[in-house]
């Protein structure tokens, strides 16, 4: 890998700000991290490990700044998260039996579907504090954690918007709830996914660590914001990290 001098890491740095900020919202902060570190030289396989590397800590400063808003629900992700890492282990085993290449296609619609869901749907009813939860909603989200989770051990492009669409259509769930609840679930794939590149010393630290420290302060700044704008922001995020995804999917395989 050729060396990265000072200049280089600052860049990087700011892009992890900036993608920190837009995957606690919507998703698809590695859309810009991945392709910044490719820029910088890494290797694939090396570039892959080192954004687990530092997004890890964007998903867990937006985790936090979530459950401090009240946005977080404690029985959900003592569910969600072992079953979210749980997939994630999983998914990075099956690299080595399917190709990566062979998802894309479906991933393409899937984003696709997901940008025209998020567009086109209108605001949940109000839900009352008191209101029962939804006949089997556990099991729903452990659901939805354990394939997603299993999804971005594995391939991993749309992961967080994939979760906000699961727990908006399949709970109910307003956007900046299903936020919150999808961070619960990508900390934990995130934290699986670290554990494994640094097992294999594939995470270029030198590079992750100032990143991480930018996306603690953008996972914090994009949880924040989507407190605060709630699911307007949100939806807006959420349709363009979609349309964004499918588009760069769809022109790798081009």
């Given at each position: 890998?050729?060396?990265?001098?000072?200049?280089?890491?600052?860049?990087?740095?700011?892009?992890?700000?900036?993608?920190?900020?837009?995957?606690?919202i919507g998703g698809g902060g590695g859309l810009l991290t991945v392709p910044a570190l490719l820029w910088?030289?890494?290797?694939?396989?090396?570039?892959?490990?080192?954004?687990?590397?530092?997004?890890?800590?964007?998903?867990?400063?937006?985790?936090?700044?979530?459950?401090?808003?009240?946005?977080?629900?404690?029985?959900?992700?003592?569910?969600?998260?072992p079953l979210g890492l749980a997939g994630s282990l999983a998914g990075a085993a099956l690299v080595l039996a399917v190709p990566a290449s062979a998802l894309r296609p479906a991933v393409i619609a899937l984003l696709a579907f997901a940008a025209l869901f998020v567009g086109l749907r209108g605001a949940?009813?109000?839900?009352?504090?008191?209101?029962?939860?939804?006949r089997g909603a556990l099991a729903i989200a452990g659901a939805i954690a354990l394939a997603v989770g299993a999804?971005?051990?594995?391939?991993?492009?749309?992961?967080?918007?994939?979760?906000?669409?699961?727990f908006v259509a399949l709970l109910g769930d307003g956007l900046a709830h299903a936020s919150a609840g999808a961070k619960v679930v990508n900390f934990a794939s995130n934290?699986?996914?670290?554990?494994?590149f640094a097992a294999k010393g594939t995470v270029v630290w030198r590079l992750a660590l100032p990143m991480a420290a930018c996306q603690l302060a953008g996972?914090?700044?994009?949880?924040?914001?989507?407190?605060?704008?709630?699911?307007?922001?949100?939806?807006?995020?959420v349709v363009a990290v979609a349309v964004a995804a499918a588009a760069k999917l769809a022109w790798d395989m081009g």
């Open positions: 890998m050729p060396g990265a001098g000072l200049p280089e890491i600052l860049l990087l740095s700011s892009v992890a700000l900036v993608a920190g900020t837009l995957d606690a910088a030289g890494l290797p694939p396989h090396a570039a892959l490990a080192t954004n687990k590397g530092q997004s890890v800590f964007g998903s867990f400063a937006a985790l936090v700044r979530f459950a401090r808003g009240g946005l977080v629900d404690p029985a959900r992700a003592k569910v969600t998260f949940p009813p109000p839900r009352l504090e008191d209101a029962p939860p939804r999804y971005d051990g594995f391939f991993g492009p749309g992961t967080g918007t994939f979760l906000i669409v699961g934290l699986a996914a670290v554990a494994l996972g914090w700044l994009g949880a924040h914001l989507a407190i605060r704008r709630g699911d307007a922001l949100v939806r807006r995020v």
